[in-house]
């Protein structure tokens, strides 16, 4: 069985950093694209990055340029750098066509990780 978790988080006033990891654990082989949503209190959730298994990222637009987004074959991990109020919400780790050596998983999510910024 394969599962994401994740680690980091946390309190950080305006301005501040914090990192976040995400492992999957399992007999992995290997993972197409890992990547991080989140969720504001009220809010959908929604995309903030991913990394294809080449390397290739992506960001959304209120991001860019203060997250950086990185990952090896099973880990991927987000610094988040001049954080804003409005980053704070719970972040997930997705993770997307992991191969095992018994079966394909289509989409996975870890259990989620709180960031909150203070201004």
């Known amino acids: 069985q394969v599962e994401l978790v994740e680690t980091g988080g946390g309190l950080v006033q305006a301005g501040g950093s914090l990192s976040l990891s995400c492992q999957a654990s399992?007999?992995?082989?290997?993972?197409?694209?890992m990547g991080w949503y989140r969720q504001a209190p009220g809010k959908e959730r929604e995309f903030v990055a991913k990394v294809q298994q080449g390397g290739i990222a992506t960001y959304a637009d209120s991001v860019k340029g203060r997250f950086t987004i990185s990952r090896d074959t099973i880990t991927v991990s987000l610094q988040m750098n001049f954080l804003r109020p409005g980053d704070t919400a719970t972040y997930y780790c997705?993770?997307?066509?992991?191969?095992?050596?018994?079966?394909?998983?289509?989409?996975?999510w870890g259990q989620g990780t709180v960031v909150t910024v203070s201004s």
């Open positions: 399992g007999n992995i082989l290997g993972i197409k694209d």
């Open positions: 997705r993770a997307e066509n992991i191969a095992t050596m018994s079966f394909m998983y289509a989409e996975l």
